[in-house]
C-alpha cells in the first residue's frame, strides 16, 4: 500500500500518529542530515505496520517533509 507521510525531524519523542487510511505523521528525533531521518522514519513505519525495515520502501520526498512511502 502507499501511504503519505509528514515527518518532524528533531522532535522529543518518536511517534507515528494516524490521520486518516493513508496519511500519517511521522515524529523522529534525529536531524535531517545523510538521510538520518528517513532511515528513522522508516524504522518507526517498519514497526507501527509490524513489518520487516526491507518492506519499507521510500518513494518520493528524500528532501520534503512531506514523503510517499510503499509498504507491503
Excluded at 528513522?40 to 513505519?45: D, G, H, N
Excluded at 520502501?57 to 514523503?67: A, N, P
Amino acid at each position: 500500500m502507499r501511504i503519505f507521510v509528514k515527518v518532524k525531524p528533531k522532535a522529543h519523542a518518536v511517534k507515528t500518529v494516524s490521520i486518516d487510511a493513508n496519511h500519517y505523521e511521522v515524529s523522529v528525533t534525529v536531524p535531517p542530515e545523510d538521510g538520518k531521518a528517513n532511515e528513522a522514519v522508516i524504522e518507526e513505519l517498519a514497526g507501527y505496520f509490524d513489518t520487516a525495515k526491507s518492506n519499507v520502501r521510500l518513494v518520493s520526498g528524500v528532501t520534503s517533509r512531506m514523503k510517499q512511502f510503499e509498504v507491503e
